[in-house]
Every structure is written in C-alpha cells, then in structure tokens.
C-alpha cells in the first residue's frame, strides 16, 4: 500500500527537500504552497509531485485543500507541518500586525494543516504528524518574539498529540532545524553569516535541507511507531534542549 504525505511549504527549502525525500521511499506526496506559482510550476515539472496553493493560515481554504488533496490521491497517512514565515523585529519595535501573521501562519497554521486530517487517522488507526519548529523555539532568538513563540507552541502540540493519538496508532514528533543552508538562510549577507552566524555552530557549517528531511524520513517511517511526543534536534550542536 502506498502511503499519502502531505507537507506543507513543500515547494522550496526545507520543504522541497522534504517532499522530495519523501518521494524517493515511495510515499504518494502532495507539497502545498502559499504563491509562488512559477516556483511551485517549475518544481511539480522536476519531481512530478503534486502541487497545492492554499494559505495554512485559513481554516476553510485548508481543509477545502486537505479534500482535494485526498480526492487525488487517497487518505493522508503522513502530515508535514512545514509552512511558515518570519516577520522579525525587536519586540519594542514589533507592531500587532507582525505578531498576528506569524501566529496565524506558524501556530494557527499547525492546527489548520492537522486539525481536517486528524478524524482520519484515528478512524484507520494509523499516524504520522511532523512538525518543523525551530531551534528559536528551544532556546528563544532576540528579534524573533513572534517566530520564537510560535515554534515552540509547536512543541506543544506535537507533546499534546502525542498522548491523545497514541492508543490510535498516530505519532506526534517535531524536527528543530539550525541554521540551514536554504535559500532564505543564503541571501544573508555573507559577512554576517561568517562573522555572526556560524561561529555559533559548533560544526562550523550551516546544516542543508537534506539532512533535515532524512530526520523527517525516518519519523515518517513504519519503524518509528515508539518514538512518540519526541524532537530531534538538528543544529550542529547549536543548542541542547
């Protein structure tokens, strides 16, 4: 039988490896994407995967989305809350409306994303939530109020979900990423990567996409079912939580 995964923000970054990942194990994907719709094109043209535009941030355009997307494809077996987006500023400088997005699309997003497809798990008794947080989430990050809360509101849900889920056969785990080599993470300038950024991390490199979707792989899989309510850490020893 094969299996259905649906990962949001599954176009670009960490998501596109992760959709990709996915893929090549055999899963059925579909990767959802917020607007970029030349991206979105060129990425479904390369891997053949499915692609969905629909903001996570919206409760009724994402479970209109999760419909088709089980109308295509068949019931969702794997979920990938990978969606989100920065809107940094000190918190004194932090305006409401840069609160709210970040929590509407992060947070909100997670429920919005899990919520439709959770009857369905229980229902056959089979599982697998994912939820990318954050090292931010761990550890906090000055300039990332909103960002840090939300990623470790994450946490919560993933360690919630776990014990309601865990007599149905559903597992509840998050992946909390360092800095990885995306393209958001690139376009930072590169002296402050090298004089700011990366001195941190012990490795002495930022992570790539890759690695963060092989943690996703093996969460995803059928050998992870004990592992539940858990995260892995993958930050080049950044931070221990």
């Known amino acids: 039988m094969t299996r259905v995964a649906l990962v949001t923000g599954g176009s670009r970054g960490i998501g596109e490896a992760i959709s990709k990942q996915l893929k090549s194990e055999g899963y059925s994907v579909a990767a ?32 209109n989305g999760i419909k088709q997307v089980e109308s295509d494809l068949g019931p969702i077996d794997i979920v990938v809350a990978n969606a989100g987006i920065t809107r940094d500023a000190m918190f004194h400088r932090m305006t409401p409306e ?3 997005a970040v929590i509407d699309t992060n947070l909100n997003g997670v429920f919005n994303t ?6 369905g798990m229980r229902e056959r008794k089979y599982g697998r939530v994912i939820v990318i947080s954050s090292v931010n989430g761990q550890k906090g990050q000055a300039g990332q109020v909103n960002y840090a809360a939300t990623k470790a509101g994450d ?14 056969g559903i597992t509840a785990n998050a992946v909390c990423p360092g800095y990885i080599g ?12 090298n004089s700011k950024i990366i001195p941190l991390i012990p ?3 930022l992570g790539e996409p890759h690695e963060i979707a092989r943690c996703v792989s093996f969460l995803a899989s059928e050998e992870a079912a004990f592992i539940n309510g858990s995260t892995i850490s993958a930050n080049g020893a950044q931070f221990f939580a």
């Open 32 to 63: 959802t994407y917020a607007g970029n719709d030349e991206k979105a094109a060129a990425f479904s043209i390369e891997t053949s995967i499915k692609t969905y535009k629909w903001d996570v941030a919206d409760y009724e355009k994402s479970a």
């Open 98 to 100: 840069q609160w709210k």
């Open 114 to 119: 899990v919520h439709p497809i959770w009857p």
């Open 155 to 168: 946490l919560g849900i993933i360690k919630s979900l776990a014990q309601e889920g865990a007599r149905s």
């Open 182 to 193: 995306t393209e958001m993470v690139r376009d930072i300038p590169e002296d402050i990567l």
């Open 203 to 205: 490795a002495g490199r």
